[in-house]
């Protein structure tokens, strides 16, 4: 079992509606989590850093940690074209520098 | 723009050769790391380097070295290269060691023949 689950999809969604995206992880020691936006054999671009549990909002995008469940959620409200890419989540704990990275998703939106 | 550079942006050579990707970390940023990824295949960590010392190594060959230099650019060099290196890598940055908010480069693309 990979210590962070991710489904790659790909998840296509009209433009407008909400998108859901979602990791797993099996540490329960983690305490950082992000998201990464990645276009197609780009650079990853850092989304949202969260920092143990809570909800985290960036304009219409919403990160969400639950640790009890060891779940973390990336909400896109109002989803455009342009968010059409592969996210990736990624996290880490206090004492290990390196990120564990989920697989992506691939995010398609239909306009 | 993330503000970290990477030079070159493709690279083609063939099998058994060596080459050497370079990295300009973001200003103020002392972490720099390496990363690969194969055509749909997610990121593979490879190695990481804070003020000029190796910190934390993932999946990096034998073959492959990297070293952060004073000014803190970094190099990856990839020797006898074989068919299945051909990727992207990347590298990132950030400012302290434990990585948590990394700003990514562009990438270089690499070919092998």
């Known amino acids: 079992q990979k210590e962070v689950e991710q489904d790659p999809g790909p998840l296509s969604v009209p433009e407008g509606a909400i998108v859901s995206l979602n990791c797993t992880y099996s540490?329960?020691?983690?305490?950082?989590f992000m998201w990464y936006r990645q276009y197609s054999r780009k650079g990853p671009e850092l989304l949202m850093y969260t920092y143990s549990s809570g909800n985290k909002e960036d304009g219409r995008f919403t990160a969400q940690v639950d640790k009890s469940s060891k779940y973390i959620s990336l909400f896109i409200r109002d989803s455009q074209p342009s968010d059409s890419a592969t996210y990736l989540c990624a996290m880490s704990d206090d004492s290990n520098y390196q990120l564990i990275w989920g697989a992506g998703t691939k995010l398609i939106i239909k306009p | 723009d993330s503000g970290v550079t990477q030079t070159p942006k493709h690279l083609i050579t063939a099998t058994g050769q060596r080459v050497t990707l370079r990295c300009s970390p973001r200003s103020g940023d002392l972490s720099v790391y390496w990363y690969q990824q194969s055509l749909d295949q997610g990121l593979q960590f490879l190695i990481q380097?804070?003020?000029?010392?190796?910190?934390a190594k993932g999946n990096i060959l034998e073959r492959f070295s990297a070293q952060q230099f004073p000014d803190l650019h970094s190099e990856l060099n990839l020797s006898s290269l074989e068919l299945g290196d051909s990727a992207l890598y990347f590298c990132?940055?950030?400012?302290?060691?434990?990585?948590?908010?990394?700003?990514f480069g562009p990438g270089t693309r690499l070919t092998v023949t």
């Open positions: 380097y804070y003020n000029g010392e190796e910190r």
């Open positions: 990132a940055s950030s400012v302290d060691q434990g990585g948590y908010e990394q700003y």
């Open positions: 540490n329960s020691a983690f305490q950082y």
